[in-house]
């Protein structure tokens, strides 16, 4: 079905990017999980997690305490990295370039450089070709995709609404990321290289990255599901959709009766992640995973108080 | 005609379209150079995505990709598919090659382990060391001498390096002279050859200083520390897929050069 991820250049050189770009590919199918605490991280590991991404507090109660939401303290993340085996991800602000600094030297395996967190800078992203270290990023639409892989962005997630359990944000932007992909499809073939052209200054960005995405009919490199994914059916829906596996936030840990019921959530989403299709797997995933966190409706947030907006 | 021949990929999670394509390539590369004296001596090869153990029954051999081997003992244990590998690998002998994670997964043992240990399929008597290089930011690649590409190529002139992509790759760090307890099983079993190593100083290579173990098979079990399936080198797949073939037409995989 899909091609093969060999995303051409972009302003690297070509032996890092397939190192960077390769580790996302090793995580395709499997669930990147949110944790505050070693506890936490062996919890997600235990459950079949392919990676842990360590932050301060979930997206849902930075959402509720409010204030600035910085990189977590490095001795939280040095404690996750000595507890786990499994790739060890940690979120910086965006444009905040000595928060990606120090991440790199404290030997992290990716860096988010994330919405969930207060922006550093209002007028740029990090230049991520930069650094040795490869980047995750947010995205709401195909323009956005492409302008941070062309920063350096070895992965991408879809925004969706982080901390709230409400997955519709997410499902408006890969269906957003998919429709321009398949309009960006049409324009090669009708239209060839001008086509492309004029759709990559609609769209804002570069028109060989969007050339190569229409050539290959999916971004050129891994590209997750991210946030409000709550339950293993809102994994196996945004599998369903196209993307390659999925992050989970506020959704393991939120309301959790108990670590046992935080675990069996986890194992249910790493279930249903792998058997997407599978509906006997969703059946039996959905009964193991209990109870979901709360929530919050989407609908009723103000703009001013959506993470998705932050970065363009 | 014949059945074609069934090469699966485990896709419990991780690098499994990678292997797809490239073993469709090498397929084309294998179809065209092979001697094909009959139309009904012809062959033919079906890839296909396995998940389950009635999937994993209709292979005549198996990739197990990169991924994280943590997260594939645990999904493969909980679909109840430990056992129908292990009895691929080390009671049928189908050919199984592993990369990365895929060599963690059919060592007999590892180390650097999560808490607790993981479960393993086996079938190569090595004990293999997790994220040998370290996190994330050791990750690289690196031109392999890798002698055996030279062999499939019948004495053309020296194969190019292979450029060999190590993401918090594992490592052969001993050969366990003696794998089984008891006699039985263990008999005859092929001994474990070597056949890539990376690196000098402070490897793992022999004990002596002589680099890291990166590719080693044993009979019908092949594994490497690297991801061939985030190139587009094609040649691995290529002899593999040989190998393949042969098991096939002999009911057991014939050695090069034994």
């Keep these: 079905m899909a091609a093969n991820l060999h995303p051409a250049t972009n302003g690297t050189n070509n032996d890092d990017f397939t190192v960077k770009a390769g580790l996302a590919q090793m995580l395709k199918g499997g669930v990147i999980m949110d944790v505050t605490t070693a506890a936490e991280a062996r919890i997600a590991e235990e459950a079949g997690a392919v990676a842990v991404m360590a932050l301060e507090r979930i997206p849902s109660d930075i959402r509720k305490m409010g204030g600035v939401a910085r990189m977590s303290n490095p001795e939280m993340i040095k404690e996750i990295q000595a507890a786990v085996t499994i790739p060890v991800m940690a979120k910086a602000r965006i444009g905040h370039i000595v928060e990606c600094q120090i991440l790199e030297a404290l030997g992290v395996d990716y860096v988010d450089e994330s919405e969930v967190l207060t922006p550093a800078d209002d007028q740029f992203h990090v230049a991520k070709s930069d650094f040795k270290i490869p980047f995750v990023c947010g995205c709401r639409n195909l323009g956005e995709a492409l302008r941070r892989i062309k920063e350096g962005a070895a992965m991408i997630r879809t925004k969706g609404e982080a901390g709230t359990g409400d997955i519709v944000e997410a499902v408006r932007h890969i269906r957003t990321v998919n429709a321009e992909i398949a309009r960006a499809k049409a324009a090669l073939a009708t239209g060839g290289d001008l086509a492309i052209a004029t759709l990559a200054r609609e769209l804002g960005c570069d028109a060989a990255l969007l050339k190569q995405t229409a050539e290959l009919g999916r971004l050129p490199v891994v590209n997750f599901a991210a946030g409000g994914v709550a339950t293993p059916a809102d994994a196996a829906l945004m599998m369903q959709l196209g993307c390659d596996g999925v992050f989970v936030g506020s959704g393991i840990f939120k309301d959790a009766e108990t670590p046992e019921h935080a675990a069996r959530r986890a194992r249910a989403i790493v279930k249903a992640t792998a058997n997407y299709t599978d509906k006997q797997a969703l059946i039996e995933a959905s009964i193991e995973h209990g109870t979901a966190m709360k929530g919050i409706s989407n609908a009723g947030l103000k703009s001013e108080e959506k993470m998705a907006g932050r970065g363009w | ?258």
């Design chain 2, 1 to 258: 005609m014949t059945k074609p021949i069934t090469v699966g990929v485990l896709a419990l999670q991780g690098g499994v379209v990678e292997h797809l394509n490239l073993l469709r390539k090498a397929a084309t590369h294998v179809l065209t150079s092979q001697p094909q004296p009959s139309a009904d001596n012809g062959i033919d090869f079906a890839f296909i995505e396995v998940r389950t153990a009635p999937q994993l029954a209709q292979c005549d051999a198996l990739i197990i990709p990169g991924g994280e081997s943590t997260t594939m003992a645990i999904v493969a244990r909980r679909l109840g598919l430990l056992d129908p590998l292990r009895d691929f690998v080390k009671v049928q002998h189908k050919p199984v090659w592993g990369t990365c994670a895929g060599l963690v997964m059919l060592a007999e043992q590892a180390s650097a382990t999560k808490q607790g240990g993981q479960e393993l399929v086996g079938g190569l008597d090595v004990r293999v060391l997790r994220n040998r290089y370290g996190t994330q930011m050791q990750s690289f690649v690196a031109g392999l001498d890798l002698g055996f590409l030279k062999e499939a190529k019948n004495g053309e002139a020296a194969a190019a390096p292979f450029r060999a992509v190590f993401i918090r790759a594992p490592v052969v760090e001993e050969i366990i002279a003696d794998g089984r307890q008891d006699g039985g099983e263990g008999k005859g079993k092929a001994p474990v050859e070597v056949l890539g190593v990376y690196g000098g100083e402070g490897g793992t290579g022999g004990g002596e200083g002589k680099g890291d173990i990166v590719a080693v098979r044993q009979g019908n079990v092949f594994g490497t520390s690297f991801h061939p399936e985030l190139t587009d080198d094609v040649r691995i797949h290529v002899w593999w897929l040989r190998q393949v073939v042969d098991a096939a037409r002999h009911g057991r995989l014939v050695l090069n050069g034994a």
